[in-house]
């Protein structure tokens, strides 16, 4: 795969998961849904932590602020070094398994970091209103927006039978984490990485199999 596919791939993504982004953000107030199938709905939430919602300032002893933006510096340098990956395996013609891999992980972590970096200072607050783009009062700065996710796959949403011991009445659901296309580039990505590893890394298997 050459430079070009690879560029393609990339935009591709951030199209789709910017548009997507803007798009809820534009018209959804935060915490609003739609059912798409009884399995599957749109639900606008932001996201100021890393995977998970995880904050900073839930290990570490600092606050929210300067949490996130260590968070936001930690994913710059993430970009420029999976970029860098990016260029040296194409540049080295490395397997098309591999450069499709890390060029979905860039695309993902790229849309993320645009989210953090810019949307707090071209929206305004999404709570109990829809936002504005490019807002003459943005809810935050530069270094300080938040992810935009939205897709949801609750597949199973049930209540555990009384019988059950700890969690008997207690509603269940399966899958409970809200991401966005980004999110699924990254994921994609790191699946192919692990499931087609040995196309991706041919010689490293090679050595590994004379080992």
């Known amino acids: 795969m050459n430079l070009k596919k690879s560029l393609l791939i990339i935009v591709l993504v951030l199209v789709i998961d910017q548009v997507s982004k803007i798009y809820v953000k534009t018209n959804f107030i935060l915490g609003e849904s739609v059912d798409v199938l009884s399995w599957f709905k749109i639900l606008f939430i932001e996201n100021e932590g890393a995977a998970w919602g995880t904050k900073l300032s839930d290990i570490l002893p600092i606050s929210e602020s300067v949490g996130k933006l260590v968070l936001t510096i930690f ?117 192919i990485l692990i499931v087609f590893n040995k196309k991706a890394f041919p010689k490293r298997s090679k050595e590994t199999a004379k080992d």
Request: charged share 15%; aromatic share 18%; net charge negative.
């Open 75 to 191: 994913r710059l340098f993430a970009i420029l070094g999976i970029g860098y990956w990016l260029w040296d395996i194409i540049k080295k013609q490395s397997p098309k398994t591999l450069i499709l891999a890390v060029s979905l992980i860039f695309a993902g972590a790229l849309g993320n970091i645009i989210d953090s970096v810019f949307y707090g200072m071209i929206f305004d607050h999404s709570n109990n209103q829809v936002a504005t783009l490019f807002s003459s009062e943005p809810y935050g700065q530069m270094f300080y927006g938040k992810v935009v996710d939205m897709l949801y796959f609750p597949m199973v949403d049930a209540t555990w039978p009384d019988w059950v011991p700890s969690v008997g009445g207690n509603r269940f659901r399966f899958f409970e984490p809200v991401f966005n296309i980004a999110d699924t580039a990254i994921s994609t990505g790191v699946g």
